[in-house]
């Protein structure tokens, strides 16, 4: 018998021209409209849950935190029960800007759009409630090799550069949702990887990149009343293959044929794991969410500002002038971040870990083994977006994810220090005993 219900929504949060892009360009055009898409559950218990995915490239806590307790008032979702994710799009607003150093002042353009997006999540998360009917759900998973590595070693340095040799997660999730009716369908799907095909060639388009464009194949394929959601995975170090030149060792390549090459195949596998036998779910819901704090490295905080002074790119001396601000005016340095963290059960076999900022592709083997079972995804830039999340094995390789980043936000400039892996196991199986206690 069918005991899960479910509702869902999309609004369009096309922003207008001019406003600050993530790709440090101001918006000049629209290459295909940005939305803000959310699925709303409830179970046999009438435990509620939201998902929400965004075309943005991320979201501040400034911004996030505010949202969250909205939501959740709205709608009387548990504030734990609400999951907004990110898809990452570098060809968005730039909402994640109060995380990032900068001595600026406010940009008017970006604080109005903020202020109205906010309003819009709401009357959407409403919207998709006020949808929630019988349903029926199924689990299929698949593989997908749109992604590579793009971390390559070189001397004592790593690149961003294609590392046909480097790891990302092939894995590919769906769950189809059929209602009654015969147009009654809602697909949720995930998969890891860098959205940043269309800022390469259009630096002040809008656009939802490849995301956006492999919806769009999907509803050309299935019914264009079909609602179709991405929920970004663990994307920190990977980027589009059809971007790789592999001959010269660097992502060359960015056109209109491009995104759409790489739209098309992620849709194809997407309906290949859709097309296999998957498993049907009767969900028992269960959510928890908080914060685990990641020390930071304050030993070279001298030295890097003295690196960033140095240097002749923008970026950088914006950063030292930042930093050198907070030496002789404050506030005192990160000695940890909190991070969000947050665990979803669907049913005993099946979870959903949602992280904050920019996880490397190698957290999920950890998280399975701590969780003990193949049959968890992970979902990155949820809830709040502060830098890249390396773990411990990787902490002090050099490249930008792991050392450069972080003088780009504000809880840097250092690295992470050790112990970052057991801080987070310790706080994952923690969230699960609070499920499983409930």
């Not at 075309?55 to 939501?71: E, K, N, Q, Y």
């Not at 898809?87 to 406010?106: L, M, N």
């Not at 999730?173 to 998969?191: E, T």
């Not at 269960?286 to 890097?304: E, F, K, M, N, T």
Request: glycine share 8%.
């Amino acid at each position: 018998m069918n005991h899960v219900q479910a509702g869902w929504a999309t609004v369009d949060i096309t922003p207008p021209l001019e406003i600050p892009m993530a790709s440090s360009h101001p918006a000049v055009s629209v290459v295909d409209p940005l939305n803000a898409q959310a699925v709303v559950f409830k179970d046999h218990r009438g435990t509620l849950m939201l998902w929400m995915a965004l075309d943005l490239i991320g979201i501040s806590h400034t911004f996030s935190g505010p949202l969250v307790f909205a939501l959740s008032s709205a709608t009387g979702i548990p504030i734990e029960g609400v999951v907004i994710n990110c898809s990452h799009t570098h060809s968005s607003p730039y909402a994640c800007i109060d995380s990032t150093v900068r001595v600026e002042s406010e940009n008017q353009v970006l604080k109005r759009y903020e202020e109205q997006l906010g309003r819009k999540l709401v009357d959407l998360a409403l919207q998709a409630m006020s949808d929630l009917h019988p349903v029926s759900a199924a689990l299929h998973h698949g593989t997908s090799d749109v992604a590579i590595n793009r971390r390559r070693p070189a001397g004592e340095d790593n690149l961003n550069a294609p590392n046909p040799d480097g790891f990302y997660n092939r894995d590919l999730w769906a769950l189809d949702l059929h209602g009654q009716a015969r147009h009654d369908r809602c697909i949720i799907f995930s998969y890891a990887c860098h959205p940043v095909i269309v800022y390469r060639y259009a630096p002040g388009g809008v656009s939802a990149d490849f995301p956006g464009s492999c919806r769009q194949h999907l509803r050309d394929e299935l019914d264009d009343s079909v609602h179709v959601q991405f929920m970004q995975g663990l994307a920190g170090n990977v980027k589009p293959r059809a971007m790789a030149d592999l001959e010269t060792g660097r992502f060359a390549h960015a056109s209109e044929q491009v995104l759409a090459a790489a739209g098309k195949q992620l849709a194809q596998d997407v309906l290949a794991a859709l097309d296999a036998p998957g498993r049907s779910l009767e969900p028992d819901l269960g959510h928890a969410s908080g914060w685990c704090l990641l020390p930071r490295d304050q030993s070279s905080i001298a030295q890097i500002v003295a690196s960033l002074s140095e240097s002749d790119k923008a970026s950088a001396q914006q950063a030292a002038l930042y930093w050198s601000q907070r030496i002789e005016q404050g506030p005192p340095f990160a000695r940890v971040v909190p991070w969000s963290v947050g665990l979803v059960r669907l049913t005993e076999e099946d979870w959903i870990v949602h992280l904050g900022g920019e996880p490397l592709a190698e957290w999920l083997p950890h998280l399975r083994h701590w969780l003990n079972t193949p049959n968890v995804f992970a979902w990155g830039y949820c809830q709040d977006f502060q830098s890249y999340l390396p773990p411990d094995e990787l902490r002090l390789e050099p490249g930008y994810e792991t050392c450069r980043a972080p003088r780009l936000f504000r809880s840097g400039p250092g690295a992470f220090a050790p112990g970052i892996n057991e801080i987070m196991r310790a706080g994952i199986l923690g969230m699960r005993g609070q499920i499983q206690r409930i």
